[in-house]
């Protein structure tokens, strides 16, 4: 089984059109709520709204170091 490439916390970008956006193209900024491979949960600031996406069309714009990634 793969890893997950995001963690709870991360700010994501995602730059691709969702219904939610009435299918325009919206390169949106959201935090992940929860990830388990290959799913993220993100609240996106554009929609105000959670969104489950593959994490392989999201792309990682920062992350909050922790104590744990000295382990990773």
């Known amino acids: 089984m793969e890893k997950n490439k995001l963690r709870t ?28 491979y290959p799913l993220a949960k993100v609240y996106f600031y554009d929609t105000g709204k959670e969104e489950s996406w593959n994490q392989s069309v999201l792309e990682l714009v920062s992350r909050k170091l922790t104590r744990n990634d000295d382990e990773e």
């Not at 949106?28 to 709520?33: D, K, M, R, S």
Request: negative net charge; charged residues 20%.
């Open 9 to 36: 916390g991360d700010l994501v970008k995602r730059s691709i059109a969702t219904h939610y956006t009435d299918h325009e193209h919206s390169d949106a900024i959201g935090v992940v709520i929860a990830a388990h």
